[in-house]
């Protein structure tokens, strides 16, 4: 089977590409979809990506026994429950909850994804797993990467690059956009060091910043889980 792969740098270019019947992986690797990841491999129900904080207030006005998570300018929004760092989405807190959560740049990605044949979530902490699955049983991928309002993003890319390094290698042939084959090369510049290429990228530096260099590190975690969540009718919940 020859996978055909292509990778979108910013939501804002999605439009342009045709998602009908491709698997789409969405990644926000700083820190949206890793926060995505860890939830549900803590046993959170479900999580319903919106796009502002009043979507996100009055969802979870309208279903019960729900927290309320993530950010603006990195920072909890005030009224939450819970922030965008993965390390706050332990299994004590999320275990069996509904999920609302908004994000900068991560929940809308997943939002316009919504005429892909299926969606998934991406992180470095599950992308064995991701790539099992698409080596599975796929053939049109599309990595949707959020960037960072609306450019490019470093560290986004450099998974995708990961993942198709990944399935273009081991027996497996792949047939590479000039996208795809820019994040592969990308991801082999810095292979040999993923921390350090989140340490360095503007929203890594950013979020150090503010006091969350700990959560880039985490971020950085390869294979922590094996577990690839995916959005079902605009629910991300556990697929595998
Ligand atoms: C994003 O949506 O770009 C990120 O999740 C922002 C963040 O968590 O700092």
Redo the contacts with the bound molecule.
Sequence with gaps: MCLSIDVVFTPDLLPFSNLAGKTVVVT?I???TT?ITVAIANGAQHITPVLTPDDAFCLAASQSDTLIGG?RH?VKVDGFQLG?SPREYTRDIVSGRQIVLT?????RTLQACGTAKQVLVGSFLNLQAVVNLLAKDTEDVVFAC?G?EGGFCMEDTVFAGACVDALSTGGMTANLTDAAEAARLLYREHSNNLTGMLQNCY?GRY?ASIGLAADVEFCAQLNLVDIVPRQIKGQVKLSN
Aim: net charge neutral; no cysteine.
């Design positions: 926000d700083l820190r949206a926060t950010e990195g965008n994000t900068t740049n991560g929940t959020a960072r929203h979020l």
